[in-house]
T-cell receptor, first 113, second 111 residues
Framework: NAGVTQTPKFRILKIGQSMTLQCTQD?????MYWYRQDPGMGLKLIYY???????DKGEVPNGYNVSRSTTEDFPLRLELAAPSQTSVYFC????????????FGQGTRLTVV | GENVEQHPSTLSVQEGDSAVIKCTYS??????FPWYKQELGKGPQLIID?????GEKKDQRIAVTLNKTAKHFSLHITETQPEDSAVYFC??????????FGAGTTVTVRA
């Protein structure tokens, strides 16, 4: 059972470039999340989804977009990369709302130069 | 929205000693308080959680206490071992989709 899988693990982008961070889960969870982790700041919610076709903004959505066409996949899109988007990104999923265990992927370390 | 503060930011303990991490939250309606452990190069993993109708919960060497009146909760690790070295995050939620995380505590267990 793979759990939550994120790709790539590392990426360097130039300012203005675009990329998609991939996330897939095999636990049939309805709820999926994208967080960013900055040093000394904890995890901040970017976007979340409560099921296929349904997404909503979290605390820090600016500069990002998401889609949820299937239960398994929840990609995060950066359209015009900026240095402020240098961070570690985590995808997570849960069986139910925030009051149940969230399972995290291993993260994507993104550097924008 | 919910605001969670976590202290200390770093904690160094001698192997075998206890470690305590404290968190406070702002929204008195929050009802679920998980603790996550993040090892180097990995994603956070749930180690213990507590709900608002419980004051204390234990699981082997780890325990969590909740004081709803004071709006704070704590993680206690007893008999620390080298494998306890990691970053620990507390979180709180209002029966919502969103977890509000603390800033994290880096725990180092000295041999």
């Amino acid at each position: 059972n793979a759990g939550v899988t994120q790709t790539p693990k590392f990426r360097i982008l130039k300012i203005g470039q675009s990329m998609t961070l991939q996330c897939t889960q095999d636990m049939n969870h309805n709820y999926m999340y994208w967080y960013r982790q900055d040093p000394g700041m904890g995890l901040k919610l970017i976007y979340y989804s409560v099921g296929a076709g349904i997404t909503d903004k979290g605390e820090v959505p600016n500069g990002y977009n998401v889609s949820r066409s299937t239960t398994e996949d929840f990609p995060l899109r950066l359209e015009l990369a900026a240095p402020s988007q240098t961070s570690v990104y985590f995808c997570a999923s849960s069986r139910d709302r925030g009051t149940t265990e969230a399972f995290f992927g291993q993260g994507t370390r993104l550097t924008v130069v | 929205g919910e605001n969670v503060e976590q202290h200390p930011s770093t904690l160094s303990v001698q192997e075998g000693d206890s470690a305590v991490i404290k968190c406070t939250y702002s929204d008195s309606a929050s009802n679920y308080f998980p603790w996550y452990k993040q090892e180097l190069g990995k994603g956070p993993q749930l180690i213990i959680d507590i709900r608002s109708n419980v004051g204390e919960k234990k699981d082997q060497r780890i325990a969590v206490t909740l004081n709803k009146t004071a709006k704070h909760f704590s993680l206690h690790i007893t008999e620390t071992q080298p494998e306890d070295s990691a970053v620990y995050f507390c979180a709180a939620t209002l029966n919502d989709y969103k977890l509000s995380f603390g800033a994290g505590t880096t725990v180092t267990v000295r041999a």
